[in-house]
């Protein structure tokens, strides 16, 4: 690998920059009250630019050629483990840092819009600062340690922001259920990384990827399975999802950047960036499938299911980053896939969350879309740029899904056995699904009759808003056509992931392209009948089983609570008591004896010389002994 | 300047302090506390002049800065100083903490006078102690600054501390001194096993020693025993919840962030040194007992309401990481430790500091009794939102590097071991971000003056949930609108950092940010002394597997 040259020797400005906006804003103290945020923006499009730089610089050598390493400082120099501080900076990690800049940029230029009555605004943003520079860290970290430092940097900025609005207690309890089931999740990231420590002594990805040919299949199967952990913790995906939804107590455009576009996608990128060692462990890799496939269907199910338009929108985002580590699940089949339907989603769900946002902001925050209705006429650019997204997603020929999540789609059917038909139908029937449940969004939100409460007078939102959404619209519609067809994603992360296999799905391409769509036809039509034609009742109906346990995210915080919860306070409870009365008791105890035994003694204060004589002959015996020991 | 006797001037310094701040004169009693700040500065400086004296490259001996005396010939103890590079960063910690710790004392004792000389004096004489007891080559000597220490302790605990003071100082006491009886013992028989001589205590005399293998065991028990309490470790650990309790947040800085690191330091320099075969012999049963402790105390530490007390069961739990890797006896593992020694001290002293500030303005130290002090003290917040942070160990700040080492360097040789500890990592979370929860999180808490001039919470809704009844997973449903509005807006006298506070904080903070992306001035120091140390114990690093299955619950 060659070492940086040019703009990449100086890439570790892109996360420099933002950090610093971060510590500015929040030692800078009342005075940065109003140029605060501008400055947060600016820093972070100086990110963007460096990024491109490097790309472009990066596009101008050789295919091969393109990877560089960028050595920092000498890190934790602990003997055997010899860690230093690195970036690297290749296509794949590239890749990232402009949708990371770039979409994150746009929706900083959006909060300055939308966050420009809050009182804590500064602070607002020197977290977004320091959620950029965190996941840039993430994706350019050159070592799994360094990796985690963004990974836990991601989740702290994240915390942060969901509990931004933390004076009400059930948001401070969103952000801590999001941290601690990340936790959960960074405890398979800690044993990844002891096993592979264990195993190789290494834990840069050069040495690790090096090291893996060679190594039993149950090594690899472990560490496999404890990145996968990781994955789910971070990605959110089953069993550790259920913290995403909740999170959605943060600003929407925190629900946008971090909790749609990028940070949950981290989990993904970790797997594709591991590819080596998953190529090289098919269980594991079965292992990442299956938690992909049911990922995707719980989150479509849930879809249907939730009138808060966030929640929809955060159980959608479950599933198709569901769809992404499916495909990461297939191996270098899936790789590149995996990667492109991530960017293509960072676009139009992070949208389609400004959208939602920008709609919150002209109906007094309301979220419930039974409240809604017909609000194309009243936010044209809204609707529009809504809309475009809403196709995206649901695969509308020639937008974007259309090209990033039918090639998830036909992959899934690629292989051999029962495999691709369990993997493959699930995909493509989650696909009708999805069109379903985001018609529902979409139908409930700008069609039909208008069902607002009184008082709201529901407006378009001002320029800083709404152009962000107008571009990050044009991405929804164009990127996938750009990227896909052309091949370029595909060719440009071939050196990271490996040579891109062609396989033959067990359905012909052309047919299953067909179905695809007729399912997709089918989501939509049904929808439109519930949710357009028909009229939305304001209260919820009562709904069949599914729908009632979807409401309740099909029982993950109930068996929750009643796992671990629950059980967990009454084992906190008994061992304080335990302690208390146990442990310490026995110290306790032993003091009462030792006083006991004082009372006893102090009868030998007796006043009689002749006790005294004694005692004293005793303690000359007891120190000439001693004395005739030591020598 | 290397012929400089450093060492002693190092706690001569403090000592001399101490003697100036109990003898001024009654008029000029105010001065005690700049004095007394002072002193601990020029201690700060001269300790980091012998730093620059010491040398980290290879080949140097075990110990450096050293001074040999002969003290008490016919029994073979000498006064005889030294450093290593662990013994050195400890020292320095102390160093820094101490005049940390004496700003955040400033107002401990309101009333002033005599009884304020003495509190400071008292803080300057276990500083002298403290750097004793590290720097002490004499397995004597260190015994005699290991139950010296004992005796400021307990008066700062006895005569400032909280309402329980004298039962929580009789017990720091007995516990103490029934560990320190017991190493008497072990400390006299091992010299029976040495030599003698007029220099019969060294630890180089007493190194290497040929002992029958029973007697190893009783020494190393002897010693490990008073260690453990120390440290300390389940199931001897009750007296440090109710010291750290009572004490004032200074006096639990010194007491959980340096003293006890006694006990670890003292299992690596004694125990492991002088006892290596018994060292093998007792890992398991130290293992098993380090893991109780981490996950236990841990668990514990959930539970607590009394913010000291948690602070202190979160250091029973980080006790048990650093007793992990140092009996895990791997390159990473021994490293990891004598990090996590340094980090802890700094971390455990954000951490109390903080809470003290925070009890100094809401007059409580239960949890429960705070909430929503993000939006009155948000400067305070931030930090001890970053101290918690530290606390459980997030990449980024110096924990993080510490427990990561110690947790890694055991999974080499134990992977069951390593495995378990992982839960301390998760468990961590929790009993930090429940408290951070309760105290800063929440509506803008209503305060007015009670009765007696004290502040009382208001209670329409502004008591949050306590820590022990809250259920980790309810749904965000409480909307914006049914929080009462005065709740979000009302404000209150309390204030938020003055300048030395922040300064405390500042300084604090600093560290904690530099260590965990800049350890290797530390490390670079510690390197030397754990390769002395593997030496000693004769054990060679596990070389990768790679083609074998970890066993057991690695997954």
């Known amino acids: 690998m060659h070492d940086a040259t040019g703009v990449a020797s100086v890439g570790w400005l892109m996360i420099a920059l933002p950090l610093l906006g971060a510590a500015v804003l929040l030692l800078g103290g009342k005075a940065l009250d109003k140029a605060g945020p501008y400055l947060a923006v600016l820093l972070s499009w100086a990110a963007f630019v460096i990024g491109l730089l490097i790309v472009l610089q990066l596009r101008g050598r050789g295919a091969e050629e393109r990877a560089m390493h960028l050595h920092l400082y000498s890190w934790i120099p602990a003997g055997s483990l010899n860690l230093d501080a690195g970036l690297l900076i290749d296509q794949l990690s590239t890749t990232f840092v402009l949708l990371i800049t770039f979409v994150g940029s746009l929706i900083m230029v959006y909060s300055l819009g939308y966050m420009e009555h809050d009182p804590d605004k500064r602070r607002f943003f020197a977290y977004l600062n320091l959620f950029v520079a965190s996941m840039l860290l993430l994706v350019l970290a050159d070592s799994y340690v360094l990796l985690f430092v963004g990974w836990e940097g991601v989740g702290l900025a994240s915390y942060l922001l969901i509990g931004f609005w933390n004076w009400n207690p059930a948001y401070a309890t969103a952000a801590n259920k999001a941290f601690f089931l990340n936790r959960v999740g960074d405890m398979g990231m800690l044993l990844a990384m002891f096993i592979m420590f264990w195993a190789w002594g290494k834990l840069d990805f050069a040495g690790v990827n090096a090291a893996v040919a060679g190594t039993g299949k149950g090594t690899l199967l472990a560490i496999g399975l404890c990145l996968l952990v990781a994955a789910c913790g971070k990605s959110a995906q089953f069993p550790l999802q259920s913290w995403l939804g909740d999170a959605m107590a943060g600003p929407t455009p925190v629900s946008a950047l971090i909790h749609a576009a990028t940070m949950v996608t981290a989990g993904v990128y970790l797997i594709v960036r591991s590819n080596v060692i998953f190529t090289a462990s098919e269980n594991a890799r079965l292992a990442v499938c299956i938690v992909g496939a049911i990922t995707l269907a719980a989150g479509a199910i849930i879809g249907c299911a939730k009138d808060d338009m966030k929640k929809a929108l955060a159980a959608s985002t479950m599933s198709q980053i569901g769809y992404m580590v499916l495909a990461a699940g297939l191996g270098p089949v899936g790789y590149a896939f995996a990667i492109f339907h991530l960017v293509t989603h960072g676009f139009f769900k992070a949208g389609m969350f400004l959208g939602a946002g920008s709609v919150m902001h002209g109906m007094n925050d309301q979220v419930d879309m039974r409240r809604f209705g017909g609000l194309s006429t009243v936010m044209k650019i809204t609707w529009v740029t809504f809309g475009l997204g809403f196709l995206a997603i649901i695969g509308f020929p020639g937008l974007s899904g259309f090209w990033s999540k039918d090639k998830i789609i036909e992959s899934a059917f690629i292989g051999e056995g029962w495999k691709p038909w369990v993997f493959g139908l699930t995909a493509l029937l989650a696909a009708g699904v999805t069109a379903f449940y985001m018609s529902r969004l979409f139908f409930m939100t700008f069609m039909g009759k208008r069902r607002w409460t009184e008082d709201v007078h529901p407006h378009e939102s001002p320029l800083t808003m709404t152009i962000p959404m107008m571009i990050l619209a044009v991405g929804s519609a164009f990127l996938g056509l750009i990227l896909g067809p052309t091949n370029i ?32 036809i089918i989501g939509v039509a049904i929808a439109w009948k519930m949710y357009w034609r028909d009229d939305v009742p304001i209260t919820p109906p009562v709904g069949s089983p599914l729908t009632q346990a979807a409401r309740r995210d099909l029982g993950q915080d109930d068996l929750n609570e009643a796992v671990f919860a629950r059980p967990g306070l009454h084992l906190t409870r008994s061992l304080v008591f335990f302690d208390n009365k146990v442990v310490d008791g026995g110290g306790n105890g032993m003091a009462a004896g030792i006083g006991g035994s004082s009372a006893r003694l102090k009868k030998m204060q007796n006043g009689y010389v002749r006790s005294y004589s004694l005692t004293m002959l005793l303690g000359v015996v007891a120190i000439l002994g001693a004395w005739w020991v030591v020598q | 300047m290397s012929d400089f006797p450093f060492l002693t001037t190092l706690g001569v310094i403090p000592l001399v302090g101490a003697a100036v701040v109990s003898l001024l004169p009654k008029g000029s009693a105010r001065l005690a506390r700049p004095v007394a700040l002072v002193f601990s500065l020029i201690t700060l400086v001269v300790g980091i002049v012998a730093a620059t004296q010491f040398k980290t490259g290879g080949g140097q001996p075990q110990f450096q800065l050293t001074e040999t005396h002969s003290w008490i010939p016919q029994f073979g103890v000498s006064y005889a100083l030294g450093v290593d590079g662990m013994a050195l960063a400890l020292i320095l910690m102390s160093l820094v903490l101490v005049p940390i710790s004496l700003l955040a004392a400033w107002n401990d004792v309101p009333e002033g006078g005599r009884r ?16 004793g007891v590290f720097a002490a080559t004499d397995v004597f000597l260190f015994y005699v600054f290991f139950e010296a220490m004992l005796i400021p302790v307990y008066f700062l605990i006895g005569l400032y501390g909280g309402p329980r003071r004298q039962y929580a100082a009789v017990k720091f006491l007995l516990f103490s001194l029934f560990g320190g009886l017991i190493m008497l013992v072990a400390v006299i028989a091992l010299y029976q096993q040495g030599p003698g001589g007029d220099q019969g205590f060294l630890v180089s005399t007493l190194t290497g020693l040929n002992m029958s293998a029973s007697t190893e065991r009783l020494l190393f028990v002897g010693f490990f025993i008073a260690f453990a309490i120390k440290a300390p470790m389940w199931p001897v650990h009750t007296w440090l919840p109710d010291a750290a309790s009572e004490s004032k947040p200074a006096v639990a800085v010194l007491l959980v962030g340096v003293l006890d690191k006694v006990g670890t330091f003292g299992m690596i320099r004694f125990c492991l040194q002088l006892f290596p075969e018994a060292s093998k012999w007792a890992t398991p049963v ?270």
């Open chain 2, 116 to 131: 304020e000389q003495t509190y400071f004096a008292l803080l300057l004489v276990l500083e002298t102690f403290m750097v």
């Open chain 1, 489 to 520: 994603i595909t060719d440009w992360l071939e050196p990271v992931v490996g040579a891109h296999e062609e396989g033959h799905p067990v359905i012909g391409q052309y047919p299953l392209m067909a179905i695809t769509v007729v399912l997709m």
């Open chain 2, 286 to 555: 130290v293992i098993i007992l380090a893991l109780i402790s981490i996950v236990y105390a841990a668990i514990a530490a959930i539970g607590q309401n009394d913010m000291m007390r948690l602070i202190a069961y979160t250091s029973v739990s980080h006790f048990g990481f650093i007793v992990l890797g140092i009996f895990a006896v791997t390159q990473t593992s021994m490293i990891g430790s004598q990090l996590y020694m340094i980090n802890h001290g700094f971390t455990t002293a954000a951490l109390f500091l903080f809470a003290g500030f925070l009890i100094v303005r809401g007059k409580s130290k239960n949890i429960t009794d705070y909430g929503g002090w993000q939006r009155i003290t948000p400067v305070l917040g931030g930090v001890f939102l970053i101290a918690g942070l530290s606390g459980l160990a997030l990449p980024g700040l110096n924990s993080f590097v510490s427990e990561f080492l110690v947790m890694i360097g055991t999974f080499q040789r134990y992977q069951v071991a390593g495995g378990i500890a992982v839960v301390g990592v998760v468990l961590a979370a929790l009993y930090v971000l429940l408290m951070i929860k309760n105290v800063l999180t929440g509506p803008k808490p209503q305060l007015a003056a009670g009765p007696d001039g004290t502040l009382a919470l208001g209670d329409d809704g502004t008591r949050p949930h306590t820590g022990v009844t809250d259920t980790l997973f309810d749904e965000p449903d409480t909307k914006i609108e049914d929080i009462p509005a005065e709740a979000k807006v009302r404000g209150s006298s309390i204030r938020d950092l003055d300048l030395r506070e922040k300064t405390v904080a500042g300084v604090l903070v600093a560290i904690l940010v530099v260590l965990g992306f800049f350890p290797k001035p530390a490390l670079d120091l510690l390197r030397p002394a754990v390769s002395q140390t593997l030496q000693h114990v004769g054990v060679q690093d596990p070389s990768p597997h790679a083609d074998a299955n970890p066993e057991g619950s690695s997954k």
